[in-house]
Nanobody, 124 residues
């Protein structure tokens, strides 16, 4: 499956952005989808994930209550709505996919497919 992330940009602290990730090449509805981020000099970290039917989601503790994840299987797209953004959340945001499983792992190594990333910059 090929993934194309978009929607990044510059936003002031406290602002919002919605990221999109369009998938192609395989049956989108067979894949759990996730979002990760990586800031310069830091390891890639889990942000959120959603199950194949969208009936289960998981979030990093740091974004709970501010970020939501959703998917539209008819459009082969997953979204990450980010509210109340903080300067320390500036990073390249990546979408990822893995064949459906019983859990939504936070370990990046358990995700097989990756998009190219979209830059999010948060000004203070």
């Amino acid at each position: 499956v090929q993934l194309q992330a978009s929607g990044g940009g510059l936003v002031q602290a406290g602002g919002s952005l919605r990221l999109s990730c369009a998938a192609s090449g395989r049956t989108f509805s067979s894949y759990d989808m996730g979002w990760f981020r990586q800031a310069p000099g830091k390891e890639r970290e889990f942000v959120a994930a959603i199950s194949v039917r969208g009936d289960s989601a998981s979030f990093a503790d740091s974004v709970k209550g501010r970020f939501t994840i959703s998917r539209d299987n008819a459009k082969s797209t997953v979204y990450l709505q980010m509210n109340s953004l903080k300067p320390e959340e500036a990073a390249v945001y990546y979408c990822a996919a893995r064949l459906y499983g019983s859990r939504l792992p936070q370990d990046p190594l358990k995700w097989a497919y990756w998009g190219q990333g979209t830059q999010v910059t948060v000004s203070s």
